[in-house]
DNA sequence: ACCCTACCGGAGCGGCTGCTCCGTTTCGGT
DNA sequence: ACCGAAACGGAGCAGCCGCTCCGGTAGGGT
């Protein structure tokens, strides 16, 4: 007992490590497209799986939502900081802006980040959404306090609400009103007064 | 055939409109404490009334609780009607913190509006509840146009759309958090520029 | 007081969901 | 080639859901 390994030896067999991957493929797509209820049986087909399988490697439909979302979130957050210019208010309104267009391919993504925000109820599984893009939000603001473009008074806290609250409309209303309700939102967080609205 | 009534004769029973009123009270308490996906059985179980009483009053599921909706979403409408005091801009951002504060204890109000934009698939049957709100808040951006205090591009719709987004929120942070976003968003509504906000 | 009728209640049906069990297959070291 | 451990698949279980069915009950016109 006291001489067995701290971790097991490196995957012993290859299909095994394969079908991992796709489990957490094909749960990562179906909530994009569904949202987080999703049946474990079509996720189990969709990977070309049993249901042995899945249960195998995750103990619950949980913990496979949860390792499938952290693969989802943590690319998301690559891409948004390749992304960026160094332009303060420029880099702070696109990652906004393609957050929710990322939101409006995926409808459940953003749903997974809500259940994410501290003082929910069992929000420990999903705090690492939180812990991907977080700091990344923290960093935006910090450097459109320092270019003196947005108001001094707002937190990275209130940027991540107000993503997650744009982001529950985006999938349901046309591109146009979501875009219109960004811009006044980003008005109101800008230092200087109102600027014209995109489209009609 | 031809000879009967358009409608049936006032109700022939006593207890049938009791118990139609006990579930319509049942639905519209669940649906504000849990949201749109209740349980049929619990609603009859708070109604006190049995399963068959349920489905002769109702249709179905849906149908209940669209009726429910109903009268939760006129009751509003009258009371913010009831609460304007002529000065636009008041009126308008009172609306909007009344209606979130609402929606903060019955979580599931803003979800069946939400269910109600337009586009959304099978939308028909949550119509009234826009229509028993859309008119006020119609009144209420065309009051603040002409007073001159909100910003000419915006449209009702733009603050419908605001109110849906901020009500998804609303019930899932503390309160500040979510007056910080609202007094974020006027600003951005208003012509003039930012105003300091409230809370920490 | 009577009876017909509309209304009441809740057991039960079919379908869906998360999860388990176990006989079978396959990997990979020897 | 061989073999044991590990992984595979999917039928099946228990529980939940919306909804129906039918024997019993009670309202209200006469």
């Known amino acids: 007992m006291t001489s067995l390994p701290a ?3 490196r995957a012993a067999r290859s299909d095994a490590a394969r079908n991992r991957g796709r489990l957490l493929d094909a749960a990562a797509g179906l909530i994009a497209e569904r949202g987080s209820d999703v049946d474990v049986r079509e996720i189990a087909r969709r990977a070309e799986v049993g249901m042995g399988t899945l249960y195998r490697h995750f103990p619950t439909k949980e ?3 949860d390792a499938a979302l952290e693969h989802v979130f943590t690319s998301w957050a690559t891409a948004a900081t390749a992304s ?3 332009r303060a208010w420029p880099d702070l ?3 906004l802006a393609d957050a929710l267009t990322r939101q409006t391919a995926s409808p459940g993504l953003l749903d997974a980040y809500c259940q994410a925000l501290p003082g929910q ?3 420990t599984a999903r705090q690492h959404c939180r812990q991907q893009v977080g700091p990344l939000i923290a960093e935006l603001v910090r450097a459109a306090h320092e270019s003196g473009e947005l108001r001094p008074d707002i937190t990275a806290e209130d940027v991540s609400l107000l993503l997650v609250a744009l ?3 985006a999938p349901v209303v046309p591109e146009p009103a979501w875009r219109r309700i960004l811009h006044v939102s980003l008005d109101g967080l800008r230092t200087t007064a109102a600027t014209p609205l995109p489209g009609a």
Do not use: D, E, Q, V
């Open 63 to 65: 913990a496979l939502l």
């Open 84 to 86: 960026l210019t160094g």
């Open 167 to 169: 982001g529950r409309i």
């Open 7 to 9: 971790a097991a030896a």
């Open 93 to 95: 309104s696109r990652f």
């Open 121 to 123: 109820a069992g929000n």
